[in-house]
């Protein structure tokens, strides 16, 4: 167990539908980030944000958003959704231990699939 | 395109033998990481070499790094039929926010 917690880890929806996806960080870590794994793309970063703040922007398409609360929980919001948007989204948090040299712990992921 | 690029991309072996993983990478780093990836589950780290490091150990596990040739490989040792699962290798950016991964490797161990 990573200490990262991932809901829904399934989710089957319509296209042009929205869904959130919500991510619980490991207790202390302030960092989260968003992956996207899909079979033809591999793991595609989306997005990262520090205690709240955005920190840096990957391949996330603008129907897609993202926030960091005070609590440091995260949700990512897909909307309009496509059948390509089908995915295993993963949320990863980063100890706040410059010593660990920056290793990822990886929640177990939600998979959406849009029909 | 990917950072890391992983070589083969699947490796299919015996219980016992060794397996060899190639990962090669574009840019300067000060460190590379390996994760591990059961089928549909989180990815888990395994161990990360810095970049002032040629070899690093962990149980079964020897990762070296050369920086000249911006490669790394990770050796599984003595594999058993509970390895089988993707392996992937990873940088962070420049700025160490972010990590890239590679595409990985799928190893199956058979029994």
């Known amino acids: 167990d990573s ?7 399934h989710l089957i929806t ?3 539908q929205r869904v959130t996806l919500r991510c619980s960080p490991r207790s202390g870590d302030l960092s989260v980030y968003w992956y996207q794994q899909s079979l033809d793309q591999g793991l595609q970063f989306l997005i990262q944000y520090y205690n709240g703040e955005e920190r840096a922007k990957g391949n996330i398409l603008e129907r897609f958003s993202a926030q960091q609360f005070p609590d440091l929980h ?3 919001n897909l909307s309009s959704l496509e059948l390509g948007d089908s995915a295993l989204y993963f949320c990863a948090s ?5 010593g660990r040299g920056g290793e990822l712990f990886f929640g177990e992921g939600s998979r959406l699939t849009v029909l | 395109s990917q950072q890391g690029e992983e070589d083969p991309q699947a490796l299919s072996i015996q219980e016992g033998e060794n397996a060899t ?3 090669s990478y574009k840019t300067s780093i000060n460190n590379l990481q390996w994760y591990r990836q059961n089928s549909g589950r989180g990815l888990v780290h395994l161990i990360l070499i810095r970049s002032n490091e040629r070899e690093k150990h962990s149980g079964r ?4 790094l050369d920086t000249s040739k911006k490669s790394s490989s990770l050796l599984i040792t003595a594999s058993r039929a509970a390895d089988t699962a993707s392996y992937f290798c990873a940088t962070p950016e420049t700025s160490g926010s972010r990590l890239t991964f590679g595409e990985g490797t799928q190893l199956t161990v058979n029994p």
């Not at chain 2, 596990?61 to 070296?64: A, E, P």
Request: aromatic share 0%; net charge positive.
């Open chain 1, 3 to 9: 200490g990262v917690t991932q809901t829904p880890k």
């Open chain 1, 14 to 16: 319509a296209t042009g």
């Open chain 1, 74 to 76: 995260s949700e990512l």
């Open chain 2, 21 to 23: 993983m190639n990962c």
């Open chain 2, 61 to 64: 596990l020897r990762v070296t």
């Open chain 1, 94 to 98: 980063r100890s706040a231990d410059r």
